[in-house]
């Protein structure tokens, strides 16, 4: 019953340096989407994918790349990271037949310095 | 700019009160609505929603009201309970399943 999970749930960066947030969800979901959220200004969609193969760009995608090569996993790259990019990054999931309910992992807690 | 608004960081009530939570949106094309709760160190979790085509759904303790010729959006909890102490986020989409738009959310603190 495990949902949605990510890893790490919690990273230090250097500014330079690049990584990779995973994210695997275990409910044959098509929908699946990284939000970051930071204070004053809620949770903003970086990246989103309708099913294996296809991502879109959302709010704030620049500094990150995503690739969905099945339905279970939708890592998260962060290329060059920035002390901008600190943040609480969440990975979400839900079904086409259901899409308003998103299925929200517990979030990673990055710091890049 | 912020497509969906929160106007209040915090909120205090009673146990046993009425807790009412506000939202406001600009964009006209949003026909989905959600709100989500969200406990420290968790991730948010699905509370309830309503689709443009209704002004009002309940679940239990929570009801949501739309008001579209507003752009405003409700979450009422009666009667409020401590567990119900959390963040609430309100979420807009004008095509589920896709690009979700978050306020920046309403901490409510429920008082035994």
């Known amino acids: 019953n495990a949902g949605v999970t990510q890893t790490p749930k919690f990273q230090v960066l250097k500014t330079g340096q690049s990584m990779t947030l995973q994210c695997a969800q275990d409910m044959n979901h098509e929908y699946m989407s990284w939000y970051r959220q930071d204070p004053g200004m809620g949770l903003r969609l970086i990246h989103y994918?309708?099913?294996?193969?296809?991502?879109d760009q959302g709010e704030v995608p620049n500094g990150y790349n995503v690739s969905r090569s099945t339905t279970e996993d939708f890592p998260l790259r962060l290329l060059s990271a920035a002390p901008s990019q600190t943040s609480v990054y969440f990975c979400a999931s839900s079904s086409y037949r259901d899409g308003e309910k998103l299925f929200f992992g517990s979030g990673t807690q990055l710091s890049v310095l | 700019d912020q497509q969906v608004k929160q106007n209040s960081p915090s909120l205090s009530v009673q146990e046993g009160r009425i807790s009412i939570l506000n939202c406001d949106y600009t964009n006209s094309m949003f026909d989905y609505f959600l709100w989500y709760k969200k406990y420290p160190a968790e991730g948010p979790t699905f509370l309830i929603s309503?689709?443009?085509?209704?002004d009002k759904n309940e679940d239990g303790r929570f009801t949501v009201f739309l008001n579209k010729s507003a752009k405003h959006l409700s979450l009422h909890i009666v009667p409020s309970q401590p567990g119900d102490s959390a963040v609430y986020f309100c979420?807009?989409?004008?095509?589920?399943?896709?690009?979700?738009?978050f306020g920046t959310g309403t901490s409510l603190t429920v008082i035994p």
């Open positions: 979420a807009a989409s004008a095509e589920t399943g896709n690009q979700f738009y």
């Open positions: 994918s309708v099913g294996a193969g296809i991502t």
């Open positions: 309503i689709s443009s085509i209704k």
